[in-house]
Every structure is written in C-alpha cells, then in structure tokens.
C-alpha cells in the first residue's frame, strides 16, 4: 500500500493551509463513502430497499451541496493554486453552481438540504401530502416480517420523493424526473470530487512524502 506521510513541523496544525487540506479531504471521505453505499443496493421487492435508496440519494445530494458552498466559501484561497487555473472549465462550472439560482445545486439540492435531509421539515412534507392522493389501498408502511424493527415506512418515502421531483420541469413522468435527478447527482458529484481530489493534493505537497510499498 502507498502511502502519502505527514512531514511535521512546528506549527502545522495550526496553519490555513493544512487544515484547509483536512476539511476538503473530509468532503471527499463522505461524498465517495455515500456514493459507494447507493451504487451497492441492489434493487429488489424488499420495501427497506427502497428506503436506503431514497435515503442516501438525499443525503447524497446534501452533502454535494455543502461540498459546493465549501468549494466556494475557499476560493480566495483555492485559486492561486496551479490546479485552480490549469481546470479553470471545471472551477468554472461548480461556481456556476453556487452562482446561479437555476442550477441544480441551488434549485433542488438547496431545498434538500434545507428541508428534509439535515432538516425536518414538517411543513415541507405536508404540503407534499395535500396532493397526495390516500385510498384504503395507500400502504403506511410494510415489512417482511412481523417484527418492527423491520418496517419501512413506505407513505414518508413516496412524500419525500414527491417532494424532490415536484419542481423538475426538465422530465414529463415522475419516473422520468426521479431518474433525471439522480443522473444530475451524479454528475455534479462526480466533477466536485475531481476538481476537490486535485486540490487537496495540491495543497498535501507542502507538507507530505510519498513512501511507496515495496513489493
């Protein structure tokens, strides 16, 4: 295993730029951790299937936004980097995301964030319910088993859903937008964690080694 060492010296913890390098790689850690969780679920007739799909594309989604603000709240320190500049399209296109208010990042990720994944909004989901439609066949919740623990509670899952397509105006079906959604997740994903990988080893130069594994 390779392994990138830490070179001390004094007063390191304490410098921008070593904690900056920390806080980005922790954003790495989480949006490619959760990435890999999503990518893992197979799809199946188990109704808590469902439920972590829906759950970690959400939280997904918050997280990429916070990946996004951060991105932006550093830039003054970012961009005197050679990375900033030598992939200035990609720079470009993940300010647009905090920049204008029709991207995806603040035109669905936002309300996410805000409103049902670090934030329960119960007024959020209730307006979800009002055009929702409940007939004596609309499930509560099921299992597959007599066991609590194992309940999914299908009715808050179909509101959430409800909640994150209902302004995508891209896609015609619900199917349509939820896929469109999670394919737009993924792509922005995928550029923050490439433009914040180079960044973050940019920054780790100024205070790291190689040590290569011998084999």
């Given at each position: 295993m390779n392994r990138i060492k830490i070179v001390p010296r004094e007063g390191l913890k304490r410098e921008h730029r070593f904690r900056l390098s920390v806080q980005l790689s922790r954003l790495i850690n989480a949006i490619q951790a959760n990435k890999r969780h999503y990518r893992r679920i197979h799809e199946d007739d188990d109704p808590t299937t469902l439920r972590d799909q829906i759950e970690l594309i959400l939280y997904?989604?918050?997280?990429?936004?916070?990946?996004?603000?951060t991105l932006a709240k550093h830039g003054r320190d970012l961009r005197g980097l050679a990375t900033w500049s030598r992939h200035n399209e990609l720079v470009r296109r993940l300010q647009a995301e905090v920049?204008?208010?029709?991207?995806?990042?603040q035109k669905y990720l936002?309300?996410?964030?805000?409103?049902?994944?670090?934030?329960?909004?119960m007024d959020a989901i209730g307006n979800v319910l009002t055009?929702?439609?409940?007939?004596?066949?609309?499930?509560?919740?099921?299992?597959?088993?007599?066991h609590d623990r194992d309940l999914a509670f299908v009715l808050a899952d179909e509101a959430l859903v409800h909640f994150v397509?209902?302004?995508i105006d891209e896609r015609d079906t619900d199917e349509a937008k939820w896929d469109?959604?999670?394919?737009?997740?993924?792509?922005v994903s995928d550029a923050l964690v490439e433009l914040l990988l180079r960044l973050t080893v940019e920054l780790a130069r100024d205070f790291t080694v190689i040590e290569?594994?011998?084999e």
């Open positions: 997904h989604g918050a997280i990429v936004y916070e990946g996004v603000t920049g204008q208010k029709s991207s995806f990042t936002k309300r996410i964030r805000n409103k049902v994944s670090f934030h329960y909004d055009g929702l439609q409940l007939t004596k066949n609309t499930s509560f919740a099921e299992s597959k088993s007599k397509i209902s302004p469109y959604f999670q394919e737009k997740l993924l792509d290569e594994s011998e």
